[in-house]
């Protein structure tokens, strides 16, 4: 008996074989979880089912278009996935995009447009998903539903630029949701892992760097991987975190303890 057997969970955001979301999907796996996927584009599809096609019992194990910048298409996710399953107990949100030209330009020149997708994309899908897997949770008698969040939200890093107010705005967002959420014995949580180099995380410039600082000044003295991460999405996926709601736990061997 693995923690999460018999658990129904859906893990939103794979993009490739370094994805966070990948990481805590072989935790999942491991301890027992019944997995469902998502993919938002058809160009992104590809890589998601050959590494789900990697998963023991694969074949069970839905994959649902979902691109949580249409409402249609969460609204349909859900529902697709209520008839399959009746029920959810996990929720895994790792969605993040900004376009290219406002995460390199200077922060005082992102444009209207640019900020709103960052921020609609990467906080307020959240609020859509959990809206979402709301019913199918009170079905299962509550869940847990946790999001992927970076040190940016809280202090200036260097080049991550428009992502930051967005990851600012999803931590808000985890704590107004466990607010909500909360009568109907939903947890919702964050976690704010160092930097690892993802898909997402190459588009911002300087990651390489940052890497290395936190290698040489973090208290663990070295980068975090998304295996390590992956058993802090299991902790907040299990039981073992059920008297925890509302929060931000870094994943980042301690580096944002750090002052000057």
């Known amino acids: 008996m693995g923690l999460l057997t018999g658990k129904k969970c859906l893990v939103m955001g794979i993009a490739n074989k370094r994805s966070i979301a990948w990481g805590i999907t072989?935790?999942?796996h491991r301890e027992g979880a019944e997995l469902?996927?998502?993919?938002?584009?058809?160009r992104l599809?590809?890589?998601?089912?050959?590494?789900?096609?990697?998963?023991?019992?694969?074949?069970?194990?839905?994959?649902?278009?979902?691109?949580?910048?249409?409402?249609s298409e969460i609204e349909q996710c859900f529902a697709?996935?209520?008839?399959?399953?009746?029920?959810?107990?996990?929720?895994v949100h790792s969605i993040?995009?900004?376009?290219?030209?406002?995460?390199?330009?200077?922060?005082?020149?992102?444009?209207r447009e640019g900020y709103r997708i960052a921020q609609e994309i990467s906080a307020w899908s959240l609020i859509a998903c959990a809206r979402?897997?709301?019913?199918?949770?009170?079905?299962?008698?509550?869940?847990?539903?946790f999001t992927l969040s970076y040190l940016a939200a809280e202090r200036v890093v260097d080049k991550y630029n428009i992502m930051a107010p967005a990851k600012a705005a999803l931590e808000c967002n985890v704590r107004y949701l466990a607010t909500d959420l909360g009568p109907s014995n939903?947890?919702?949580?964050?976690?704010?892992?160092?930097?690892?180099?993802?898909?997402?995380?190459?588009?911002?410039?300087?990651?390489?760097?940052?890497?290395?600082?936190v290698e040489e000044r973090a208290p663990l003295h070295r980068n975090?991987?998304?295996?390590?991460?992956?058993?802090?999405?299991?902790?907040?996926?299990?039981?073992?975190?059920?008297?925890?709601?509302?929060?931000?736990?870094?994943?980042?061997?301690?580096?944002?303890?750090?002052g000057v």
Not at 80 to 89: F, I, M, Q, R, V
Request: aromatic residues 6%; contains cysteine; glycine residues 10%.
């Open 45 to 71: 599809k590809e890589n998601v089912v050959e590494l789900v096609q990697s998963l023991e019992g694969h074949e069970h194990m839905p994959i649902l278009p979902c691109d949580v910048g249409s409402d």
């Open 36 to 42: 469902a996927f998502t993919y938002p584009t058809e």
């Open 96 to 111: 993040a995009y900004a376009r290219t030209e406002d995460l390199h330009s200077d922060f005082i020149n992102v444009s």
């Open 186 to 213: 939903i947890r919702v949580n964050a976690i704010s892992a160092g930097p690892i180099k993802t898909l997402a995380s190459s588009a911002v410039k300087g990651v390489s760097l940052l890497r290395n600082v």
């Open 26 to 28: 072989q935790a999942l």
């Open 132 to 145: 979402g897997a709301k019913p199918l949770m009170e079905a299962a008698g509550g869940g847990s539903i």
């Open 224 to 258: 975090v991987t998304i295996e390590e991460v992956g058993d802090v999405g299991l902790f907040l996926a299990s039981n073992l975190s059920r008297c925890i709601t509302g929060e931000t736990i870094y994943a980042d061997n301690g580096f944002n303890i750090l």
């Open 80 to 91: 697709a996935l209520g008839e399959k399953w009746g029920k959810l107990d996990v929720l």
